[in-house]
């Protein structure tokens, strides 16, 4: 087992320690509203992503915020005006927001809520791997540290790392690709680009299994299958859809399927349901048939995120998300760039609508 490894097994273990208690109605019932004072008093607002908890993601949208993918994520807290930006997700996301916002205050419900990829890959190693490779175009994807990415000549999320791609292999770059290695293999065989790929992965999503989808999918014939393409390759082949979060809530909403199969995080069951309230939504297996979790897609440390946490952190503002500036005016470049391109991108498919 490679320190990295050992790293992820430590930190995921103290996330399920730390993850919040079952609270009663009443206590949901007083912390949502004493969560929604403070954030007028604060002049802050709140931006949640489809993994987390949807009592954190319905309190984002009745306070003005907004539940997103991490790209979306990133766009709104650039664009709204409040001087303080609550990120309920993981840290990469509260980094991404300060590199952004300098001006602004980031906090997080907390700091401890880390990610197996950010972890899997750390900037000293990285650095290494990257001398090594100095003649490739540095690519990293968004759930990376902040140091991570100022090392990297384009940052891209699920939802536009094709696209990028592409046009990085069309001008005759070769890619060094991290952290993760089945999104990179997806993105490689989709493109056909030579890409040099980081090993690491996805906790939750490495852990659906071929058979029991193909068991499942028995089960559920006229199912379509989502996938998000940080699960391995065989899980891949057998989607529907592979794609982001938000392309896979779209797919939802707009394919002519009753049920679908849904590898991804949990998580992202809130939103789907709300926007396709009549589709039956069937979570993918991560286990096997004697497991006590047949499916147990749920990152822990999305986990972490919950009401009396985020409560604390708007009263005490003890969990501030803080990035260095050499830090961050290098990791803003490669940032901007996927921005620019990826709003290159919104104004294309606008024009061909």
Request: glycine residues 6%; negative net charge.
């Given at each position: 087992?490679?320190?990295?490894?050992?790293?992820?097994?430590?930190?995921?273990?103290?996330?399920?320690?730390?993850?919040?208690?079952?609270?009663?109605?009443?206590?949901?019932?007083?912390?949502?509203?004493?969560?929604?004072?403070?954030?007028?008093?604060?002049?802050?607002?709140?931006?949640?992503?489809?993994?987390?908890?949807?009592?954190?993601?319905?309190?984002?949208?009745?306070?003005?915020?907004?539940?997103?993918?991490?790209?979306?994520?990133?766009?709104?807290?650039?664009?709204?005006?409040?001087?303080?930006?609550?990120?309920?997700?993981?840290?990469?996301?509260?980094?991404?927001?300060?590199?952004?916002?300098?001006?602004?205050?980031?906090?997080?419900?907390?700091?401890?809520?880390?990610?197996?990829?950010?972890?899997?890959?750390?900037?000293?190693?990285?650095?290494?791997?990257?001398?090594?490779?100095?003649?490739?175009?540095?690519?990293?994807?968004?759930?990376?540290?902040?140091?991570?990415?100022?090392?990297?000549?384009?940052?891209?999320?699920?939802?536009?790392?094709?696209?990028?791609?592409?046009?990085?292999?069309?001008?005759?770059?070769?890619?060094?690709?991290?952290?993760?290695?089945?999104?990179?293999?997806?993105?490689?065989?989709?493109?056909?680009?030579?890409?040099l790929l980081w090993d690491g992965s996805c906790i939750v999503h490495e852990e659906f299994k071929y058979r029991g989808l193909e068991d499942l999918k028995a089960l559920y014939?006229?199912?379509?299958?989502?996938?998000?393409?940080?699960?391995?390759?065989?899980?891949?082949?057998?989607?529907?859809?592979?794609?982001?979060?938000?392309?896979?809530?779209?797919?939802?909403?707009?394919?002519?399927?009753?049920?679908?199969?849904?590898?991804?995080?949990?998580?992202?069951?809130?939103?789907?349901?709300?926007?396709?309230?009549?589709?039956?939504?069937?979570?993918?297996?991560?286990?096997?048939?004697?497991?006590?979790?047949?499916?147990?897609?749920?990152?822990?440390?999305?986990?972490?995120?919950?009401?009396?946490?985020?409560?604390?952190?708007?009263?005490?503002?003890?969990?501030?998300?803080?990035?260095?500036?050499?830090?961050?005016?290098?990791?803003?470049?490669?940032?901007?760039?996927?921005?620019?391109?990826?709003?290159?991108?919104?104004?294309?498919?606008?024009?061909?609508?």
């Amino acid at each position: 087992m490679t320190k990295a490894e050992d790293r992820i097994l430590v930190q995921e273990h103290l996330a399920h320690a730390a993850e919040p208690k079952q609270l009663s109605a009443d206590e949901k019932t007083w912390l949502e509203s004493r969560i929604k004072a403070v954030l007028k008093e604060k002049d802050a607002v709140l931006v949640a992503h489809y993994y987390t908890d949807p009592d954190i993601q319905r309190l984002a949208e009745e306070t003005g915020g907004c539940v997103a993918d991490s790209l979306e994520m990133a766009r709104f807290g650039n664009q709204h005006p409040a001087s303080t930006v609550v990120v309920a997700g993981v840290r990469f996301m509260g980094e991404t927001a300060k590199i952004l916002n300098p001006e602004k205050r980031i906090l997080m419900p907390t700091l401890e809520a880390t990610c197996s990829l950010d972890v899997g890959c750390p900037p000293d190693e990285f650095e290494a791997f990257c001398n090594e490779h100095s003649d490739r175009t540095v690519v990293v994807y968004a759930n990376t540290s902040a140091a991570v990415k100022a090392r990297a000549d384009w940052v891209v999320t699920s939802s536009c790392a094709q696209a990028i791609i592409e046009d990085l292999d069309a001008r005759g770059e070769k890619i060094l690709w991290a952290p993760d290695k089945h999104l990179g293999h997806y993105v490689q065989k989709t493109t056909g680009a030579d890409m040099l790929l980081w090993d690491g992965s996805c906790i939750v999503h490495e852990e659906f299994k071929y058979r029991g989808l193909e068991d499942l999918k028995a089960l559920y014939p006229e199912a379509a299958v989502l996938v998000h393409p940080e699960s391995p390759d065989a899980v891949v082949e057998m989607a529907d859809v592979v794609g982001s979060t938000s392309q896979l809530i779209h797919a939802v909403q707009t394919l002519p399927n009753q049920e679908f199969i849904v590898a991804t995080d949990n998580g992202i069951f809130y939103k789907m349901q709300q926007l396709a309230p009549n589709k039956t939504l069937i979570e993918a297996p991560t286990a096997g048939d004697g497991a006590t979790c047949r499916s147990c897609a749920q990152c822990p440390w999305m986990a972490m995120n919950g009401l009396k946490n985020l409560l604390h952190v708007l009263e005490h503002g003890d969990q501030e998300v803080l990035v260095g500036p050499d830090t961050r005016e290098a990791a803003l470049k490669p940032l901007r760039r996927m921005l620019d391109f990826t709003s290159g991108m919104n104004l294309k498919a606008a024009g061909n609508a």
